[in-house]
T-cell receptor
C-alpha cells in the first residue's frame, strides 16, 4: 500500500481480555518495528522484524506480549490478559533494510488501546 | 543499549523566530539520526535525517547538525510559522544490523502568531 496501515484505530477492552493489533507495512519494506507511546513520551521500542523473523524482541515488557509476521508483510501484536497499564498508543513503522539509505522509518497512525 | 536525551521538553517562540532542539546520545556506534514531527493525534512524520558521515544537512527552513565527538545533534528551524507547532522527536540508531531507532522524549514546540 501507499503507507503503513494500522487497525483498529481505537480499541477499548476490559482488563484481563486478549487483544490483537494489526500492522500492514509499506509494500517491499523488509523491516517492521512496533513501538508503544504513552502520553507525553517518545515512542518506546517493543519488537523488530526483518522479514518473517523477530530479530529483536528485547523491548517486549513481559511474556503477555507477543508479535508475529508469518509471511514477512502484515504483522500482528498480541497482548494477553491485558492490564490497565497497557493503555497507550501502539505504533507500527516499516522501513527498507537500511533506512539510512532513504525514507527513514514510516509510521502508521497507531492503535489507541484503552484497558478499562 | 542506546540512550537519547532531548531538550527542552517545551519550547515557546514567536512567529518568525528561530527554534533549536538538542539531543545527545550515548552509543558512539550510532550512525543514523532522523527527526520526526508529530501533530496532535497524528502519526510521527520524518522531516529530516542525517548520517554520521555528514556534519550538517539543510532542507529549506530546517537544518540538522551533528557533532560525533560530543555525541550530540540539533534541529534548527528558522522563520518559524504557527504550522510548525507540534511535538518533535529525535532518534538515534546503530547501523550495520537492525537500525532500531531509540527516540528522545520529545519537544513540544509552540509558535505564537
Amino acid at each position: 500500500g501507499a503507507g503503513v496501515s494500522q487497525t483498529p484505530s481505537n480499541k477499548v477492552t476490559e482488563k484481563g481480555k486478549y487483544v490483537e493489533l494489526r500492522c500492514d507495512p509499506i509494500s517491499g519494506h523488509t523491516a517492521l518495528y512496533w513501538y508503544r507511546q504513552s502520553l507525553g513520551q517518545g515512542p518506546e521500542f517493543l519488537i523488530y522484524f526483518q522479514g518473517t523473523g523477530a530479530a529483536d524482541d528485547s523491548g517486549l515488557p513481559n511474556d503477555r506480549f507477543f508479535a508475529v509476521r508469518p509471511e514477512g508483510s502484515v504483522s500482528t501484536l498480541k497482548i494477553q490478559r491485558t492490564e490497565r497499564g497497557d493503555s497507550a498508543v501502539y505504533l507500527c513503522a516499516s522501513s527498507q533494510t537500511n533506512p539510512a539509505r532513504g525514507g527513514g522509518y514510516t509510521f502508521g497512525s497507531g492503535t489507541r488501546l484503552t484497558v478499562v | 543499549g542506546e540512550n537519547v536525551e532531548q531538550h527542552p521538553s517545551t519550547l515557546s517562540v514567536q512567529e518568525g523566530d528561530s527554534a533549536v532542539i538538542k539531543c545527545t546520545y550515548s552509543d558512539s556506534a550510532s550512525n543514523y539520526f532522523p527527526w520526526y514531527k508529530q501533530e496532535l493525534g497524528k502519526r510521527p512524520q520524518l522531516i529530516i535525517d542525517i548520517r554520521s558521515n555528514v556534519g550538517e544537512k539543510k532542507d529549506q527552513r530546517i537544518a540538522v547538525t551533528l557533532n560525533k565527538t560530543a555525541k550530540h545533534f540539533s534541529l534548527h528551524i528558522t522563520e518559524t510559522q504557527p504550522e510548525d507547532s507540534a511535538v518533535y522527536f529525535c532518534a538515534a540508531s546503530i547501523g550495520g544490523g537492525s537500525y532500531i531507532p531509540t527516540f528522545g522524549r520529545g519537544t513540544s514546540l509552540i509558535v505564537h502568531p
